[in-house]
């Protein structure tokens, strides 16, 4: 067969497709000793794995350019999400694995080989060391055996920790102690955030006096600190990613100005026969107009208005400055990207995709958009009439077809955010390297749709400390909902914003003792990856204790716990069951239909 082939299983991608979520389950391949000839591979010019002499290849993933299949070649597929489990080979020389994908949009990625057996012994770190992988591709993954995953788990199963850099309270040496004890208690990574001084409004007054009064988000200093910590992180063998904006919520900056804005409907009305004064032109001065139309003895004029809805809590010499992107118009959603992603790859460089690798959207607790500069055509399109005539049921007008309109309405705005927002946002991230992890709940948008276009659909659960109490994991956000998208879409990863703590909970009281519970009914309902809420920068000598924390919110994990070193069990605990869990699939036991009561 080999004498042939290229290789005994290969994924050649041929036309446009997105080939994901196959599984290639017991293959068993015989290998006799005879070279591989020279070939030429379709994918580049520059990468032939199948050389003479390289030994035959039992698996392959390439993405072709040929123009009949192509559309004339002006569109490319991808290979992702593809498991290869028990491939077991017998011959005389360890076997090959090949991959490449087209450019860098278009990579193989996220291919991984659960169990590699060469002549009946367990041999991925044999192929791992053999194998070639194009600079189009992804290193594929090899998993261990589930007892060696259980006694040591690997990184990618260990928790994650929320690292909150609260205001300009950052130091050189803080971030260096501060990855360095996360490495030592067992976390795998952690998820910068940039807040405000006291973490919001509700916690408090800003502080006075901060420890680096040269900082600020988004300067030459602010992006020296993050480089230190991607650096470090890559020293020590841990994950580290981003919020993607100052704050907690939602997508934007200083880069977004009013007509990149979040936009809601304005409107005035007068009698049938008057003309209708010009709508407000909101607090940002941003104003376009709709039209004007007739309804029940009156004439109404509608417009739509930037918002003034802004990441939050972000530091408070940068939040005036700041705005959310309007989440329904893709040239918007995309100005934040380019912006963020080019300066991620322009100040951490090839960090990016390496030892940063996410990228976290927040639960959605900014303004809610109503309109865009395209709405009325994408309404049209959607929905085969105009909205402009039904508008006045916004103004309170009692019409007969009101409620389908709002519906139709409501299923645009949410078709919208799901295209431009998330779909647009995942493919960028996909494209950089970077894992995209998203709350999708809390905004005008469908919940389902948002968490299949996320490759790490996240939900979250606040910490309860009673035993006595039936709901142990005070779950947030329809926590059912990203869990059952993410695996009808295929995802493996399914992490949870973990242990979350109210005031009256948790202060600097609590134990593991006290999270225990909860996690394990996160585990039980789906969940396989923490993120801990939280561990809070330190940039202070450590004999300052108990240091900062963002206001009276979160569980509080960090060097300056109490129970730091005996916490590091339980840390073990977690890592072990998650290395378990994203080896295994989630059993369901009832099937229920979208968005029912029960």
């Known amino acids: 067969l080999l004498r042939s082939c290229h290789a005994a299983c290969e994924l050649q991608n041929c036309d446009y497709a997105d080939i994901h979520g196959v599984l290639f389950d017991d293959i068993r391949v015989e290998l006799d000793s005879f070279p591989q000839a020279d070939t030429y591979s379709p994918s580049a010019k520059d990468f032939d794995p199948r050389r003479e002499g390289s030994g035959p290849s039992v698996f392959g993933s390439t993405i072709h350019a040929i123009a009949e299949y192509s559309k004339d070649g002006t569109r490319r597929g991808r290979n ?16 090959r694995v090949w991959l490449n994908g087209h450019d860098a949009e278009h990579r193989s990625s996220n291919i991984v080989f659960d169990g590699v057996y060469w002549n009946g012994r367990e041999a991925s770190d044999e192929v791992r060391a053999r194998m070639s992988v194009g600079k189009f591709a992804d290193p594929p993954r090899f998993l261990r055996s589930l007892e060696d995953d259980f006694a040591s788990p690997p990184q990618t199963a260990r928790p994650l920790a929320w690292w909150h850099w609260i205001g300009y309270n950052v130091s050189s040496n803080g971030i260096v102690r501060d990855l360095t004890a996360m490495k030592e208690s067992g976390l795998g990574g952690a998820t910068c955030f940039t807040l405000d001084s006291q973490s919001g409004p509700w916690c408090g007054t800003p502080m006075e006096n901060q420890f680096d009064p040269q900082l600020s988000y988004w300067n030459d200093r602010w992006w020296g600190y993050l480089r230190l910590a991607a650096e470090t992180a890559k020293s020590l063998g841990l994950e580290l990613g981003m919020h993607n904006c100052a704050g907690f919520s939602c997508s934007g900056g200083q880069w977004i100005s009013p007509k990149d804005a979040i936009k809601r409907l304005v409107w005035t009305s007068c009698a049938e026969g008057e003309t209708p004064p010009e709508p407000s032109h909101g607090p940002l001065g941003w104003y376009r107009e709709i039209g004007t139309t007739t309804f029940g003895g009156r004439t109404y004029r509608f417009g739509f208005a930037a918002v003034d809805s802004r990441p939050s809590p972000a530091p408070r010499d940068v939040e005036p400055k700041m705005l959310e992107c309007d989440k329904m118009a893709a040239g918007s959603v995309k100005l934040h990207l380019d912006t963020v992603l080019g300066a991620l790859k322009e100040r951490l460089g090839p960090l990016v995709g390496t030892s940063f690798r996410h990228w976290l959207n927040d639960s959605y607790e900014a303004a809610e958009g109503q309109w865009t500069e395209t709405f009325r055509e994408d309404f049209r399109n959607a929905c085969g009439y105009d909205p402009l005539p039904y508008l006045p049921v916004f103004a309170g007008a009692k019409m007969t077809d009101g409620e389908r309109f709002l519906e139709d309405h409501a299923r645009v705005v949410a078709d919208l955010h799901r295209r431009h927002h998330y779909d647009q946002t995942q493919a960028r991230l996909r494209a950089a390297g970077l894992d995209y992890q998203l709350e999708p709940y809390g905004g005008p948008f469908d919940p389902w749709e ?53 005031p009256t909970l948790t202060r600097w009281d609590e134990s593991p003792r006290d999270f225990k519970m909860s996690g394990d009914a996160a585990f039980a309902c789906g969940v396989n990856r923490l993120s801990v809420h939280h561990w809070t920068h330190q940039p202070f000598d450590p004999k300052f204790k108990p240091g900062n924390s963002m206001g009276f919110w979160g569980a509080h994990l960090g060097e300056n716990q109490t129970w730091y070193e005996h916490g590091k069990a339980w840390i073990a605990y977690l890592s072990r069951c998650q290395a378990l869990l994203q080896r295994g699939e989630m059993v369901v036991d009832q099937l229920a239909l979208r968005d029912s009561p029960d």
């Not at 992702?80 to 076997?95: A, E, Y």
């Not at 400390?465 to 995802?491: C, E, T």
């Open 80 to 95: 992702r999400d593809i498991t290869v489990r028990n491939l077991r080979v017998t011959g005389p020389k360890v076997p």
């Open 450 to 502: 948002a968490a299949a276009a996320a490759e790490c659909p996240m939900v979250e659960f606040w910490a309860t400390r009673f035993p006595w109490q039936r709901d142990y994991a005070q779950f947030g956000g329809n926590s059912h909902i990203p869990l059952a998208a993410g695996r009808a879409a295929g995802r493996r990863i399914f992490p949870a914003e973990a242990f979350t703590g109210y």
